[in-house]
């Protein structure tokens, strides 16, 4: 194998293999929205939530919530303005963007 020959193998390895890692992002970022979105939505009846206080409308959190304090402007939160969203507070569930909790903390 010539000199060339083996700098033009190599240059089609690095185009497949670039190819191949692009479409692993594209494959793998998929579910994951599909997964966030397809969560199951907390209960207020649901043990945690009701240890946490959590309410699906955070206008009635009560005293204790500070004006304008709600799922969608917490650190916990990772969803979007609107809608549910993932919690860390309650693993493989959403909670309601416009919710809310005793643990809500601003984020930074
Ligand atoms: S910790 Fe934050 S995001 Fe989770 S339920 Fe409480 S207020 Fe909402």
Partial sequence: MSQDNHIESR???LKVAAGTTAAAV?????PRFARAADLPHVAESDPTAK???YVEDASKGGAKRKAGD??????????GPSGYGPCQ???GKSVN???WCV???AKK
């Fill in 89 to 91: 507070l309650f693993p």
């Fill in 26 to 30: 594209v494959i793998g970022g998929l």
């Fill in 70 to 79: 709600d799922c969608a402007n917490c650190q916990f939160y990772s969803g």
């Fill in 51 to 53: 240890a946490l206080g």
């Fill in 97 to 99: 963007a416009k919710g």
């Fill in 103 to 105: 643990s809500h903390a």
């Fill in 11 to 13: 240059r089609r390895f």
